[in-house]
């Protein structure tokens, strides 16, 4: 019996675990610990051909340090990579199930990796952070002067998704163009498998901004921005100039790099880390009244939100990894969240702790792959939730109302997540990509103006208030023959808006009312995001977002809509 064939018996099977699933999405965390106590730090998913799932934080990071032995090589052939009987050894990158394009920089190794990384590197030191502190302020601060004067906030969309894609478009180097349309197809591409029928045109959206950053590529040298700051275009041209091989075109590519790793990672941690103040009265007060203890605090907020679940390595030789035999080839997903509440380095896993001082998360992975931008999610994290404590301290979310991504993917995240506040000034900061120009350029139904009276006869006609508090009401039975074609059962499935185009035929056609947001199917139920907008002679009235819930019966027609209405 050969080697292969001795450790391939060495596989203890979880059956359940497809990190792919709604169920996965809904219980990783219950799913890590069953593991760990039945299995011990390391388990296998019969999954997309199989794969090793760590769940231990020492055999994590060993794992993630040995690259020679883990490789994070893309699917192609061994790249100089050798297996010990000197054999050609296939990789096949970071994704399970594999993603259309290989990733530069994150699925090499080296010596492929070593000019990458030396060429972006300035750009990432603490003092090249620091340069971005004030412009960073600038673009929370345009953000929340958006909605301060209204009360009332989607954080996600709003902004961290807003504040997260504006800067990491700038630190790209282009001007945020239409930054939510951006942020809707990047969701997509990081909450799905590539095989998701909304895929494809997310991915064009997507290469929409890669063509336009490769123009701006080619465009002669500008002066740094005010106060010296550097863009990862500016800096990986001054690398060519001083020797680095490096084209146009990978030039581009890790430009988008930066934009997809900086996007909804951090996002994700900023509306976690709300949520959690938003619950907790003494920790909020905490921190408002010692802004400073936002830093200290970022690790742990940071170890329990862990956006990213896990990468994937393949094993490059046969070797042992916490007590198991792996053979060469395997693949082997290093469970970040998990690691993140391994008891055994973390006493009292799940509890959120301020006073712990030993806090060797691996949030941001580990070895030579650890997360280039760590500096710059920590600085969008604290002028988010500093500021959001300054300008709006008895924010109060929604619970009821949020929602999270069904599908984790490769980030945990969430939809949405509503909140209300006692109204305050804007500061009048003016960021490009922020602001009623760049909302209006939401994909959706644009219709004309009408007045505040027409607005309320509607509202008259359709709905009937059930509380005070929400002021929200259920809207009759509009069309029964919309039909939802799309088959809705156990799993979440995003609906086009064409499927429901009826439901809006029966408002004014003057009105004007766009989505805001992807249509999201759970079972018999559709959450609508949507932004209503009036307009007169005499009155402007604007809310936004609102959040429909609409209800289909067994036979997938509308029977009943739930409408929250600011």
Not at 306 to 325: F, H, I, N, V
Not at 340 to 362: G, Q, T, Y
Request: charged letters at 25%.
């Amino acid at each position: 019996m050969d080697a292969t064939h001795d450790c391939a018996t060495d596989r203890p099977i979880v059956p359940y675990f497809d990190h792919n699933s709604p169920d996965y999405a809904r219980d990783r965390f219950r799913w890590y610990e069953a593991i760990r106590a039945q299995y011990g730090p390391i388990a296998w998913s019969p999954h997309y051909g199989g794969f090793w799932i760590v769940v231990g934080r020492e055999e994590l990071v060993e794992a993630a340090k040995d690259w020679k032995t883990f490789s994070s090589y893309g699917p192609i052939e061994s790249n100089g990579a050798t297996a010990e009987s000197g054999c050609p050894v296939k990789a096949n990158g970071l994704f399970l199930p594999p993603r259309p394009k290989q990733g530069p920089l994150i699925e090499e190794d080296p010596p492929a990796w070593n000019p990458t990384r030396r060429a972006l590197n300035p750009l990432f030191l603490p003092h090249q952070v620091s340069l971005w502190r004030d412009r960073m302020q600038t673009i929370v601060d345009a953000a929340v002067d958006q909605v301060i004067e209204r009360g009332q906030v989607d954080f996600t969309p709003d902004i961290a998704e807003t504040v997260s894609t504006v800067f990491s478009l700038e630190l790209v180097g282009v001007e945020p163009s239409d930054p939510t349309t951006l942020a809707q197809a990047m969701n997509t591409t990081s909450h799905h498998a590539a095989d998701h029928p909304h895929w494809a045109p997310a991915a064009a959206i997507i290469e929409q901004e890669a063509a336009r950053i490769t123009a701006a590529v080619g465009v002669p040298m500008q002066p740094p921005a005010p106060g010296g700051r550097q863009t990862v275009i500016a800096t990986l041209r001054a690398a060519r100039e001083a020797g680095a091989e490096l084209s146009d075109a990978k030039i581009s590519e890790l430009a988008m790099l930066v934009l997809g790793a900086g996007f909804d990672t951090t996002a994700s941690v900023v509306a976690t880390t709300l949520m959690m103040i938003s619950q907790d009265e003494g920790l909020r007060q905490s921190l408002i009244d010692r802004p400073e203890s936002v830093v200290d605090a970022f690790d742990e907020f940071l170890r329990l939100s862990s956006p990213t679940s896990g990468l994937t390595r393949t094993a490059m030789r046969d070797t042992e990894l916490g007590g198991r035999k792996i053979c060469k080839g395997d693949r082997v997903m290093l469970c970040y969240a998990a690691a993140n509440r391994d008891a055994r380095e973390f006493p009292d896993p799940d509890r959120f702790r301020l006073s712990r001082r030993s806090n060797r998360h691996v949030a941001f992975g580990s070895g030579l792959h650890r997360c280039l931008g760590a500096h710059y999610a920590q600085l969008e994290f604290e002028t988010i939730i500093t500021t959001v404590l300054r300008r709006m301290p008895d924010f109060r979310i929604h619970a009821e109302r949020a929602y999270k991504y069904d599908n984790i993917g490769l980030v945990d995240g969430w939809v949405s997540l509503p909140a209300t506040f006692t109204p305050g000034p804007r500061l009048g900061a003016r960021v490009a990509g922020i602001g009623p120009a760049a909302r209006h350029n939401r994909r959706g139904v644009e219709c004309a103006m009408v007045t505040k009276e027409h607005m309320q006869a509607v509202m008259e006609k359709y709905c009937r208030c059930q509380s005070e508090r929400d002021k929200g009401g259920w809207l009759s039975l509009f069309d029964p023959s919309i039909i939802h074609e799309d088959p809705v059962g156990g799993t979440n499935t995003n609906v086009g808006l064409d499927q429901i185009a009826n439901f809006w035929e029966h408002f004014p056609p003057n009105l004007k009312v766009e989505l805001t947001r992807p249509i999201i199917a759970r079972g018999n139920e559709a959450i609508v995001f949507m932004r209503a907008e009036l307009d007169g002679p005499d009155q402007r009235i604007v809310t936004e977002p609102i959040i429909d819930n609409v209800w289909f019966n067994d036979e997938g027609k509308i029977t009943r809509v739930r409408a929250f209405y600011d």
